[in-house]
Antibody, heavy 117, light 108 residues
């Protein structure tokens, strides 16, 4: 069955970077785009960007341009999302999600990133 | 950026009753609209895509309608497991996908 398993919770200081991983199984990793979505505590969902695991091509929401980098390692079917220059407002649960059909059909379990001094 | 506005923010419904949730787009998204369900501590779950197509394994009591700027999610007879937060999402504009702020369906 399709699974996306994310790395564990992180605590970072303001100004630092965080890199979250998303390991895919149960399907051909390079055949489906991966998106990243975040959710601050008690808030709604915010789309961050997209990556094609086959080509490595990416596209980022304007809000995160210059601070986010999405990469992958096809040999281990894993996608990564790195966010730099962290601030307290970046405290959130970060989700990876597969694009199946036209939109996000399978989601990872989420990774809590806490930014605190 | 296309702004998605959901109403109401909270909907109080008794089990077995019908629930109707609305989502409005600030400009046309054609039928490129999805609905997700999220329960506390869980990732969102895809319910509907293409405005009206149920995702795999989604019960028939969930139905979606609309096109352009006005969309509706209807739950025909609420079950206990349906009390959750529901989000609409447009995927019409590539690289600018956006979500609504959510509607919480709670037990009346």
């Amino acid at each position: 069955q399709v699974q996306l398993v994310q790395s564990g919770a992180e605590v970072k200081k303001p100004g630092a970077s965080v890199k979250v991983s998303c390991k895919a199984s149960g399907y051909t990793f390079t055949s489906y785009d991966i998106n990243w979505v975040r959710q601050a505590t008690g808030q709604g969902l915010e789309w961050m960007g997209w990556m094609n695991p086959n080509s490595g091509n990416t596209g980022y929401a304007q809000k995160f341009q210059g601070r986010v980098t999405m990469t992958r390692n096809t040999s281990i079917s894993t996608a990564y999302m790195e966010l730099s220059s962290l601030r307290s407002e970046d405290t959130a649960v970060y989700y990876c999600a597969r694009v199946g059909g036209p939109t996000l059909d399978y989601w990872g379990q989420g990774t809590l990133v806490t930014v605190s001094s | 950026e296309i702004v998605m506005t959901q109403s109401p923010a909270t909907l109080s419904v008794s089990p077995g009753e019908r629930a109707t949730l609305s989502c409005r787009a600030s400009q046309s998204v054609s039928s490129n609209l999805a609905w997700y369900q999220q329960k506390p501590g869980q990732a969102p779950r895809l319910l509907i895509y293409g405005a009206s197509t149920r995702a795999t394994g989604i019960p028939a009591r969930f139905s979606g309608s609309g096109s352009g700027t006005e969309f509706t999610l209807t739950i025909s007879s609420l079950q206990s497991e349906d009390f959750a937060v529901y989000y609409c999402q447009q995927y019409n504009n590539w690289l600018t996908w956006t979500f609504g702020q959510g509607t919480k369906v709670e037990i009346k």
